[in-house]
């Protein structure tokens, strides 16, 4: 089992930055596959970003990419999720998650969920 807590959420104007963490505790960190989901009011969840379990491949939706930068460091347990150039449309929960699945955007790939951080990004 391992437990994830997402951190660094944020009301921010467009075009700014946020910048996002996720501490995991319990099993070996280096395992797991990372992911970054997200989920709007009245939306299903959808896949933003993953990562490789040693984070030398990297995943985005079409709709973050070139804008939000996965990265992680195994040293801290921690999987980051930079954010630039922000747009109203970012607004959403955003989710970290763990799995085997390298690079999958399909949720239900992933085990280990965290709580979410909410992410608010004001016209």
């Known amino acids: 089992q391992v437990q994830l807590v997402e951190s660094g959420g944020g009301l921010v104007q467009a075009g700014g930055s946020l910048r996002l963490s996720c501490a995991a505790s319990?099993?070996?960190?280096?395992?797991?596959?990372m992911g970054w989901f997200r989920q709007a009011p009245g939306e299903e969840r959808e896949f933003v970003a993953a990562?490789?379990?040693?984070?030398?491949?990297?995943y985005y939706a079409n709709s973050v990419k070139g804008r939000f930068t996965i990265s992680r460091d195994n040293a801290k347990n921690t999987v980051y999720l930079q954010m630039n150039s922000l747009k109203p449309e970012d607004t959403a929960v955003y989710y970290c998650?763990?799995?085997?699945?390298?690079?999958?955007?399909?949720?239900?790939?992933?085990?280990?969920w965290g709580q979410g951080t909410q992410v608010t990004v004001s016209s």
């Open positions: 990562s490789s379990w040693s984070g030398g491949s990297t």
């Open positions: 319990g099993r070996t960190f280096s395992n797991y596959a």
């Open positions: 998650a763990a799995g085997y699945w390298s690079g999958s955007y399909r949720a239900r790939n992933y085990d280990h």
